[in-house]
């Protein structure tokens, strides 16, 4: 098992540990994170997703964002190309429908896609993370080949910042060439 196998398999026992208290608090203390981020304040399309294998709860911070009249998209598995996503708007009645994975995504109505390169900040999963921008995520290069064109033409737009659990940040990651850093990463601790 390589460091980035070993790594990934240790912080998401440690995530899936938690108790639903602990991500309850968790979640509550990240919108209080979220709420003091004027680049998320100034934001008007904005991509979350729902949370799986103890990854840290988005919920309240996509019931903030439609409070604040704020667009919300989810990603969807891109149906044509392979490892790579789609972002559909999401609202309360948004009909959904497990995945692969067994994640509940937006049924995919073509009219309401948004491309990757229109959305103004995407809050992103991840498994660990150092302060270097550097973040580890499942394995799978949906985030990575989805936004590889930030990399590729030095895009500005959007904003990939993560979400984890403090308890999910390393010293240093070991970064591939074809992994795109974050912004910033947002934590029940803190911003990094």
Same mark, same amino acid.
């Given at each position: 098992?390589?460091?980035?196998? @070993?790594? =990934?398999?240790?912080?998401?026992? %440690?995530? !899936?540990? +938690?108790?639903? /208290?602990?991500?309850?608090? #968790? @979640?509550? =203390?990240?919108?209080?994170?979220? %709420?003091? !981020?004027? +680049?998320?304040? /100034?934001?008007?399309?904005? #991509? ?145």
């Amino acid at each position: 098992m390589n460091v980035r196998q @070993a790594l =990934r398999q240790s912080m998401r026992q %440690k995530r !899936r540990a +938690l108790s639903p /208290k602990q991500q309850n608090i #968790a @979640a509550r =203390r990240l919108l209080a994170e979220i %709420k003091k !981020r004027p +680049l998320i304040q /100034k934001a008007k399309h904005l #991509a979350l997703y729902l949370p799986n294998d103890g990854e840290l709860d988005p919920t309240p911070i996509i019931q903030w964002c439609w409070q604040q009249k704020k667009t919300v998209y989810l990603p969807v598995l891109h149906p044509l190309s392979h490892n790579r996503l789609w972002f559909v708007r999401y609202t309360q009645y948004t009909p959904m429908t497990r995945n692969l994975y067994g994640i509940l995504e937006p049924t995919t109505p073509y009219r309401f896609i948004r491309p990757a390169k229109m959305l103004d900040i995407v809050l992103l999963p991840l498994v660990a993370f150092d302060k270097n921008g550097g973040r580890l995520g499942m394995g799978g290069g949906y985030y990575d080949r989805t936004f590889s064109f930030i990399r590729q033409y030095n895009a500005q737009k959007p904003r990939l910042i993560g979400l984890a659990h403090e308890l999910q940040k390393v010293e240093k990651l070991p970064v591939e060439s074809w992994d795109v850093p974050l912004t910033g990463v947002v934590t029940d601790g803190g911003f990094y």
